[in-house]
């Protein structure tokens, strides 16, 4: 399999995952709780999520980059 490919596949199972992750019933599990450490746990979820999106879309292109 080609690596373009894989990269390719790569992001998408990442993108879905970020839908999941970004979804209404899994964030409204998170407006339920209270603050942890004086910030809303709902912003808490949703920057980590973001972040770690954004982590991931990272290590994956540099890890193709790396590559070739």
Known sequence: MPRATLVRQRLLAL???G???LSSPLVGQFEALDRLL???ALLI???L???AIIGL???IL???RDRH
């Open 38 to 40: 004086g910030i809303p």
């Open 62 to 64: 540099s890890r193709a």
């Open 49 to 51: 999520a973001w972040a």
């Open 15 to 17: 993108f879905l995952a």
């Open 57 to 59: 879309a990272a290590w």
């Open 45 to 47: 979820y949703l920057f």
């Open 19 to 21: 839908l999941l992750l």
